[in-house]
Nanobody
Framework: HVQLMESGGGSVQAGGSLTLSCIASGDSFNRYLMAWFRQTPGKEERVGVASLESDGDTRYAEYVMGRFNVFIEDAKNIFSLQMTNLSPDDTATYYC?????????????????????WGQGTQVTVSS
């Protein structure tokens, strides 16, 4: 089973940029639907940010459209979230998640309820 670990979080000022990375071990990303979710401190709900299918298709939440980008570095087996023009509203713990391709057909990739594998999360704090 794939193991996921996020990194790259930190504190930045509004308008700044940050790139988060999710490294996989035990399996390769091409077998999974991959996505980034975020959770506001003190809340239980994780909401979808962006996703990437193994065929390259991407999907983004409207509130990050044009600012965030997801991609995979195949040689390093790293799934990344490139974030620009950050706002204090982006402050959250960010998680990467994986769902086996065979379980993902017809499922909204920004819905967290079916994802099976999760990283521990990395904190992003954006100040005004």
């Amino acid at each position: 089973h794939v193991q996921l670990m996020e990194s790259g979080g930190g504190s930045v000022q509004a308008g700044g940029s940050l790139t988060l990375s999710c490294i996989a071990s035990g399996d390769s990303f091409n077998r999974y639907l991959m996505a980034w979710f975020r959770q506001t401190p003190g809340k239980e709900e994780r909401v979808g940010v962006a996703s990437l299918e193994s065929d390259g298709d991407t999907r983004y939440a409207e509130y990050v459209m044009g600012r965030f980008n997801v991609f995979i570095e195949d040689a390093k087996n790293i799934f990344s979230l490139q974030m620009t023009n950050l706002s204090p509203d982006d402050t959250a713990t960010y998680y990467c998640a994986a769902l086996p391709n065979n379980m993902a057909a017809g499922w909204n990739p920004l819905n967290p309820n079916r994802y099976r594998y999760w990283g521990q999360g990395t904190q992003v704090t954006v100040s005004s």
